[in-house]
Structure formats: C-alpha cells, structure tokens
C-alpha cells in the first residue's frame, strides 16, 4: 500500500481548537464494518451500544506536562519536548531549535533547570536534568501540556484537566489517548450498571503519533516506540467476557494496539514492553471487535489503522460522511464508533 493511498482533504474550520462545553457532549459517528451502515449519534448513547457481558477497554496512561522552553548557552531559543522519562535525570527529547543542538553542550530552560545534551538516538536527544532526583515532578511544576501542533493556541489552564481522560493514573504520556477524553465518570457509571466490565490498560502515547509517515511504500515505514503493559487482571476479564459471549470494546487506538501486541504469540497474555506494532490493511485483527476513536489526520498510521479495522471503503466513506455533516475532527473532535469489518 502507499501513502496516497491514505489522504483526504480537510476543511481548516473542521479541525477542533477547544474541547466541547462539557465532557461527553461530543457526536458520536457509528460504523458497521460489516455492513458498510453509518449512523449520526452522540457520544451519550454508547451506553446504549453496547450490551451486559461487553467489556470496554481503557488506557490509564496521564499525560505529564511535557514542554519545556528556554534557550542555549549561545541565546538561541529551544523548545524541548520530553518523549520519555528515563531515570537518573535522564530523559529522551525533541529539541527545537533555529541552529543544530551539539552533544555536550548545555540548555538553560524554565525554573533555573539546566539541561546537558549527552548524545543523540535517532530523532530524539538523550538530556540530564542537572541536579534532579524527580523528573516528573519537575515538568509538572515547570513544563506545559503538550497540545498538538494542529491546535492552533498555546495551551491554556483548561487544558490541564481536559487535555487527560477522566481515569487517567499512569504517568508517561506526552500525549492524550483522546478517544478517552469523551468520557466522564456519569459515563463510567451507566456501563457498569448495564453489567458491562471495564478493564484497563497502559500505553505511554509518544511525540511519535503526530509524526508524519515519509516514505510512499509503507512497507518501509518504521513504527515509533511505545511502551505498553496489559496486567493480568486485564486479560482474565477479558477472556472471562469472550467466554461468555461478550464483545471487546477498545476505547482508542492506543488501547487496541497494546492489546493486539500482547497477544502477538497467538493468544492473548499479560505483560508489558516496547511495541511497533504498524497495522495496515490486511491485519488479522486477534482481540478486539469493536473501536471508539476519534478522527485522524491524513496520511497517519493512525488512519491507516482504522481502515484496517472497518474496510478502507467504509473509512473513506465515513469520513466523506463527517465532513459533510461538519462533524468536528482530531483530539478535541467528535468520537467514531467501529464495528470491525468482516476478514
């Protein structure tokens, strides 16, 4: 498959810039993978969607505030963006900057916290965070939310609550699984009480998701990695679930790509890792059967991988379908509810 394959045009107004007034009051786009049917909802009628004995997946991941400005030694601004938190005051990093960052040399960010390049892996620089035993208490006193670059705005003081799903736990994130932003705990409530079980899993979404894919033959593209962990409690109730004939909701992409990689041995098993899953049409889909996400960019894996769970028509023309009737799109967009496509 190429790229192309993967694009679609995007009116600008279309792109949501501030999440809706309140959680969950959000449309909800219902495809049947099978059938090809779509069908206008909103997003309060999932609990009606699905039936006593489902389970819904969820990924507790919590965004950490992962962006940090300052400038070099020489005085050129820097913006740092922390990927993952490495121990030891040691982090990896996307440095922006107007000049090449050298290895050795020093960043001076916000607080007074002083930052020594120690190399570079692939796209990312290896920082120490000179004199700090708690990086993540440090970025959360001194950094920003690291809104997407197709948010137009600097992030503000709503977006530290609403830019982090309501059972967020696992800190790790520097970006929000924002299927589950739709979520409040209202919502939480009424599953349980229809006798649907909720597990959850972790997967630390990185900087990588909104990196563009640059290669035509997406065979050649490389994944980013994610570090993921599916407990045990979590493959017992879903399997308790399959037995007894309930289906597996898995709220965002990120919940169901650490789901299809723990089972990547055939069966599904607890454990935790680094993942690169890359899922294209043709994937044999071992877990999940249903999908809530929302609507991605153009020319994304993360579109390449609903199309692989709904039939890339349908996708098509679902999405011909959001445009036309102004749903809104991207983190702080309407949801889409997937039945997976017969394979």
């Known amino acids: ?161 609403r830019y982090q799903t309501v059972y967020a736990r696992a800190p790790g994130a520097v970006a929000a699984p924002t299927a589950g932003l739709h979520f409040e705990a209202a919502m939480l409530d009424a599953l349980r009480d229809k006798g649907v079980a909720l597990a959850t899993v972790t997967l630390h979404v990185g900087a990588g998701t909104f990196q563009p894919v640059r290669v035509q033959e997406l065979a050649q593209h490389e994944m980013h990695g994610e570090w993921y962990d599916v407990p045990p409690e979590t493959v017992g109730a879903i399997n308790r679930a399959r037995a007894g004939g309930g289906r597996v909701l898995a709220v965002g992409t990120t919940t169901l790509r650490a789901l299809e990689s723990a089972a990547a041995g055939g069966a599904l098993e607890p454990g935790r890792g680094e993942t690169r899953l890359f899922i294209l049409p043709g994937y044999r889909f071992t877990v999940v059967e249903r999908l809530l996400t929302n609507f991605h960019l153009p020319k994304s894996t993360l579109l390449m991988l609903v199309a692989a769970f709904g039939g890339m028509d349908n996708i098509r023309r679902a999405y011909r379908h959001a445009i036309e009737r102004r749903y809104r799109f991207y983190s702080y967009g309407d949801a889409m509810l997937i039945e997976k496509t017969g394979q």
């Open 1 to 161: 498959m190429r790229l192309d394959d993967f694009d679609y045009r995007l009116p600008q107004e279309l792109i949501a810039q501030f999440p809706s007034g309140r959680r969950g009051a959000d449309r909800l786009l219902h495809l049947d993978g099978g059938a090809g049917a779509l069908s206008d909802r909103q997003f309060g009628d999932l609990a009606g969607l699905v039936a006593p004995g489902d389970i819904v997946v969820l990924n507790d991941t919590r965004v950490i505030k992962a962006r940090l400005l300052g400038t070099k030694k020489t005085g050129g601004r820097v913006e740092v963006m922390v990927e993952r938190v490495l121990g030891g005051g040691e982090v990896l990093a996307q440095v922006g900057a107007n000049h090449p960052t050298r290895v050795g040399s020093t960043l001076a960010l916000a607080g007074g916290i002083e930052a020594t390049v120690l190399g570079r892996e692939g796209e990312f620089f290896r920082l120490r965070f000179e004199g700090c035993d708690d990086v993540l208490a440090l970025l959360e006193v001194h950094g920003s939310m690291p809104l997407p670059m197709y948010i137009s705005r600097p992030a503000g003081e709503s977006d530290a609550e």
